[in-house]
């Protein structure tokens, strides 16, 4: 599709299928239909939440609960851009969409709170390692937890009253869906099975293609208004209210469709094409860009570079802490190595990191040395099928071997693995 400037993101709405969002550079101020009561309402909700000393972590947290736009903000509220500028999760906040398929009770808990909650962690674990005096490790201890009850409680209380409001009918906005396939019905189904969504379908719009009568009837058994073929969308745009359109077609179908692609651009609506390019289990879809390219990222892992610090930052804290305190037990179980067995004190085996990465993982002999070279004549003892080795009263096992596997002694030394970055004190997923 030909478009000279336009911001894609990803928007998970069922498991497996992510809708790609173009958000779109507004033509007019607010959003088509003008502001109403509601939404007054819902700026003057936010407005006795900031007065409240909600702090500035607290407000990106309660604009997403309230699926706010800044750009209605800071059209009513000059001092918004105030908060938004001191606050940890402002990123979020300028870049919420005037409507979201995310769940406002599935999303609670936002970077910011995250990142805040990190960051007094790290605060307090640095207060006591380097036994600082100035700073109360008690005070920092309270503080953090009446923020995480503090946080935590406005957001149910605030997420519970957005949501009775959408299921009441209120705040919906109104998306029109063009397809009537798989996914058209999976987006229909899910709009209307989850009206604390806030957003409802207008109608679907047909492709005038064979085949669709199937899909046409199942659209409209869920209720959604038949609106007619897509060719008719720019007339129907022109003359009724409508917050978003949904393209929910297939791939080879978008080309033929891009003219109304743009034409809803221009017309300042959000527009989503529900993208299934390629078939995914567990992966999460993220956008990236090089340049003026955007990319759709399928990945197992998380990005966010300021987790991935603060968790870093942890594993190198307790790391370097645990072989400073564990130094005299570990000199200990080397020397009991040693003295029982003759051979070298760690055994050093090659593992597979992230992403294929190969380290040298490190742990305390238990075994006799050479205890590789007597696999085979134990053969006849192996109690597991398959590649795997194990004999419950191993021979190869030193008494102090057996010692350290049962108390998990020997697994002390893999801390300097944590230290280097080849390991990880947390799952890669926290």
Known sequence: MASER????????????????????????????????????QVAAH????????????????????????????????????????????????????????????????????????????????????????????????????FVIHSTVLKHVVAIWFRRRAAAGKDCRLVVLVGTGEKAQKVAK???????????PRGFMTLGQEGEREGTAALEALGVANLGNVQA????????????????????DLAELEELFLICEDLGLDTLVAANLFPHLSAAVQMERIEELPLLRYTTVPHD??????????????????LLLLAPLLGLVAIAIRATSPGTIFFVQERMGLNGRRFKCVKFRTMVQGAETLKDHLEHMNEVDGPVFKIREDPRVTPV???????????????????KGDMSILPFFV
């Open 233 to 252: 969308l720019p007339h129907f745009l022109a003359r009724e209210v409508v917050d978003g359109v949904i393209f929910c077609v297939d791939t080879q």
């Open 47 to 146: 407005d006795v939440l900031l007065a409240l000393d909600l702090g500035t972590e607290a407000a990106p947290e309660v604009a997403d609960v309230a699926d706010l736009h800044v750009d209605l903000l800071e059209a009513l509220s000059g001092r918004h851009l105030l908060d938004v500028s001191f606050s940890g999760g402002s990123k979020k906040y300028h870049r919420n969409p005037p409507f979201s398929l995310r769940s406002p009770m599935g999303n609670r808990y936002t970077p910011g709170m995250k990142t805040t909650i990190a960051l007094l962690l790290l605060t307090l674990a640095l207060a006591y390692l380097l036994k600082l005096t100035f700073m109360s490790r008690l005070f920092l201890a309270s503080f953090l937890g009446l």
């Open 401 to 419: 071997g057996r010692l350290l596997r049962k108390s998990s002694l020997d697994e002390l030394p893999q801390l300097w693995n944590v230290l």
């Open 305 to 322: 570079q300021v987790a991935l610090f603060l968790k870093r930052s942890l594993d190198v804290c307790v790391s370097s802490l645990g």
């Open 190 to 200: 899910r709009l209307l099975e989850r009206p604390e969504l806030g957003v409802c």
């Open 6 to 41: 336009r911001d894609l993101h990803v928007v998970e709405a069922d498991g497996r299928l992510p809708l790609v969002e173009p958000e779109m550079v507004m033509a007019h101020t607010g959003q088509r239909g003008g502001v109403g009561d509601d939404s007054l309402e």
